[in-house]
């Protein structure tokens, strides 16, 4: 079955213009901007540019009777539009995209990390960098949404606001240690997938009683798997052992005030031996998480794997923002860039989160 196409995703979108002034109608405004987004272009200008070069493409889904807006049209428009309502309408099509995933397979698994994108400050104007959260679609290799946030520290706030956009029935989502919270943990739940939490120092003595509990060869572990990975000069060797013996964290004679993890099902733990050279580093360093999916060692290996994968996409993304950002203190008069403050930033971030190759170039 064929699944609603572009536009009707963006159909909730109101036209504020009076209609008699209209000549360019918001749906064919919205079609050159996300294609000539989707084909690269880095500003309006280049929306313009490249709507020309294509305009047969274009007229092959709506009339463009006026042709192409002109570069000025195109940024007045788009500062009219409510960028809240585009955001959601945005994942709502990045949702459909997504190819459901089959009953045998693994898990998607979701990555979310937040990132600091670089020369976005303006400390003449009292303006921090942009902190952008976003969350990693591993199988599909699709950006599902961004967050914005005020500051690095305001993650764990920008976390659940992008949770609530997401359909997370069947996946598990992975977050660093920022997101181990009990309330984000439940929100996850509470859209129907599972999580996958690192714990660090922000967990001082959970860590360090489930490091222990995973290092004491008594105990009762689950599974074991490792991976070997190289190149450059480097191998690594991950060692990853995952336990389902979690009875004891949960127990009613923990510490006083101590946080629950709602629907807690393995503990896990990853350490990666470094050699360089033909010098293995003498300290191994060790990561531990905690997870409602009672999963075994080997999809715990593949997922802290997506982890890593997330942040080199999602710095690409943030960097791919913070471009637009430094174009918009441009101050040649012939360029029109995104407008990424105000009401509208989430407007301007969200198409920087997915790219097609279904759109010429």
């Known amino acids: 079955m064929v699944g609603p196409s572009l536009i009707e995703h963006f159909a909730a979108l109101q036209d504020p213009r009076q209609s008699w002034k209209v000549l360019y109608p918001l749906p064919e405004v919205q079609l050159v901007v996300l294609c000539g987004t989707l084909a690269g272009a880095e500003d309006f200008v280049e929306i313009r540019r490249w709507g020309q070069m294509h305009h047969e493409f274009l007229r092959r889904l709506l009339p463009f009777k006026a042709g192409v807006p002109s570069h000025d049209t195109l940024n007045d428009v788009i500062n009219t539009i409510d960028g809240a309502l585009f955001a959601q309408c945005f994942t709502a099509w990045v949702e459909d995209l997504r190819e459901p995933a089959l009953a045998s397979a693994a898990p998607e698994i979701v990555a979310i990390d937040g990132k600091t994108s670089r ?65 984000i943990a439940q929100a996850i739940l509470d859209r129907g997938g599972d999580y996958l939490l690192a714990l660090k120092d922000n967990q001082a003595s959970l860590h360090d009683e489930v490091r222990r509990y995973l290092d004491d060869p008594s105990a009762k572990h689950h599974s074991h798997f490792e991976t070997t990975d190289g190149d450059h000069g480097r191998i690594e060797l991950r060692r990853h052992v995952v336990s389902h013996e979690v009875d004891w964290l949960t127990t009613a004679r923990r510490f006083p005030g101590e946080p629950r993890f709602p629907g807690l099902g393995a503990i896990a733990m990853v ?14 360093e060790r990561r531990c998480y905690l997870s409602s999916m009672p999963l075994d060692a080997k999809l715990f290996a593949y997922a802290v794997r997506c982890i890593g994968m997330s942040r080199t996409v999602c710095t690409g993304s943030s960097t791919w923002c913070s471009t637009r950002i430094s174009a918009a203190c441009d101050p040649a008069p012939d360029r029109r860039t995104w407008p990424l403050s105000g009401p509208n930033a989430a407007y301007a971030a969200v198409p920087s989160v997915i790219r097609r190759s279904a759109f010429p170039s």
């Open 119 to 183: 020369r976005t400050h303006d400390r003449s104007k009292d303006r921090g960098p942009l902190h952008l959260v976003s969350a990693w679609a591993s199988s599909q290799r699709l950006v599902l949404g961004q967050q914005a946030s005020e500051t690095k520290s305001n993650e764990i706030t920008a976390i659940p606001l992008l949770l609530e956009r997401l359909a997370l029935t069947g996946a598990l989502v992975t977050i660093d240690a920022m997101g181990t919270q009990t309330r």
């Open 271 to 284: 350490e990666a031996e470094v050699e360089r050279n033909g010098s293995t580093s003498t300290s191994p």
